[in-house]
């Protein structure tokens, strides 16, 4: 039975991640500094695949953490999600999001080439691209990112394209995935943010639990039929099964690099998610309008067909399907997993 190594894995994509390794027969091992997660994730996780994971406590810049990690656990293959990961707190503090995201990454293969683990999957962005001036966004589209955020998953992507170039026996899949929102349909494990959410969905689950009193909706000026931006939404589990198919498929993939876009293809507007989310809940979610974010761009969404092709993957839940599982988790989870 293979070994994953998580890192991040108490996060939400890494949690729902952990359950689609699991389920799939999967040996998982996770590294979460548990900064911005919560021991009770992994908890959760055992609780809803039926058998257990190990967690190990320990921040990936910390080489020392991520030797022990890698020691005792000996897995086959890694999968790096630990990072920060807010645009506009990329904005406000860009150096704390280079320092970070790029030390971790770049801590992360320097342990893994000692230790002969040579199968990565990335954890990387849909930020890299930027303003396209094409859409649906492909794989081959240009990348120029827009913040400091998409900017350190674009360099991590570089590194460990390099690395791969350097050593033909690693193997690399970098996974642009695009908005993650939605939740385990059991709504035993979900999205549980530390302070205010920086993303749509879990800010407007916790206006329809009482914990704020509205949605700030950033621009209704964009350049879109209903004034607000676009993006394309995918059902986190979606994309947890996108992450498993896409390490699975490394095995047979040696000197080699993979880009995907793991998203729906298709795109719904912020007063579309709003509006789903009021007939899942019953709620009335109040809006107050402010003006654009720096960093955000007005619309994208995938051309996600490459990773049908190559890995027989496409994204097919729907957004009432993310609403309503979101809301299976937050309803029952109202102080998300601080109870």
Request: with cysteine.
């Amino acid at each position: 039975m293979a070994t994953a190594l998580v890192t991040g894995g108490a996060g939400y994509v890494g949690t729902h991640t952990c359950v689609a390794l699991m389920e799939a027969g999967w040996e998982v091992a996770v590294l979460d500094s548990l900064e911005n997660s919560s021991s009770a994730a992994i908890d959760a996780v055992a609780e809803v695949v039926g058998r257990g994971l190990r967690l190990y406590v320990g921040d990936c810049r910390d080489n020392s953490a991520v030797e022990r990690a890698l020691t005792e656990a000996g897995p086959d293959a890694v999968l790096h999600f630990a990072g920060l990961k807010s645009v506009p707190d990329s904005v406000a503090d860009p150096v704390r999001y280079y320092r970070h995201n790029l030390e971790s990454t770049s801590v992360l293969l320097e342990a893994m080439a000692r230790h002969g683990v040579r199968r990565i999957a990335f954890s990387s962005s849909a930020a890299v691209y930027g303003l396209c001036k094409e859409l649906p966004v492909s794989e081959t589209a240009a990348t120029r990112p827009a913040n400091p955020y998409g900017w350190t998953k674009l360099i991590s992507e570089q590194m460990i394209s390099d690395v791969v170039r350097s050593d033909p026996r690693w193997s690399a899949s970098l996974l642009r995935y695009f908005n993650p929102v939605g939740a385990h349909p059991s709504g035993i494990i979900g999205e549980d943010p530390e302070g205010a959410p920086a993303n749509l969905m879990p800010y407007l689950l916790q206006v329809a639990v009482g914990r704020r009193a509205e949605l700030p909706l950033y621009g209704t000026d964009y350049p879109t039929p209903d004034g607000t931006a676009l993006r394309d939404y995918i059902h986190v589990m979606d994309l947890a099964e996108g992450h498993r198919a896409a390490l699975e498929a490394l095995v047979s993939s040696a000197g080699q690099v993979h880009t995907y876009n793991l998203g729906t293809g298709r795109a719904s507007s912020v007063r579309q998610v709003v509006a789903a989310l009021r007939e899942a809940t019953g709620h009335p979610l109040p809006c107050r309008e402010f003006k654009r974010r720096a960093g955000d761009v007005a619309e994208l969404w995938a051309d996600p067909r490459k990773a049908l092709l190559e890995l027989g993957w496409s994204a097919d839940r729907t957004l009432a399907e993310m609403c309503r599982d979101a809301w299976a988790w937050q309803s029952a989870h109202p102080q998300g997993y601080r109870r």
